[in-house]
């Protein structure tokens, strides 16, 4: 049987299992499963939560499809919130999406497309802002407090 090698074995797609528990931030450019827990913040392309999963930290992705449990703020360009889904934290998105019986506590922000930009890697928060927003002069949106159950 041969045995791959590592430039065939690259995977675009990355897991954590369920019985796995991370504790610390992860900056993938991949894609990024979630079943297990994790403690610290969340870079990725697009990023798939299980719904028995626990994230503790903010999440900044492309793509994510929330359907565990969430405590940190979610910034991301397209945002679907899944029926089992809790969301405790501020949401940034371009689109939305939120099934019936999902949960978000906090805010959210709608951002236009083009207008997500990622801040330094260094800043813990994981937000992405509007570059308009450091023009001096320039309005700021306040964002709503909302937490919706649907």
Known sequence: MAIPSSSANSSTFSV??????????????VDLHVDGRVEGDIRCATLVQGSNS????????????????????ITAKELIVEASAKVVGDVTYEKLSISPGGHVEGSFR?????????????????????QQSKVPGSPSQEPAKVSTAI
């Open 16 to 29: 954590i299992g369920a019985d796995v528990t991370v504790s610390g931030d992860i900056d993938a450019t």
């Open 54 to 73: 626990m994230i503790k930290g903010g999440i900044s992705a492309e793509q994510a499809r929330i359907s565990g449990n969430v405590e940190g703020s």
């Open 110 to 130: 709608h951002k236009s497309s083009g207008t997500l930009k990622k801040e330094d890697p260094q800043d813990p928060s994981l937000k992405l802002v509007d």
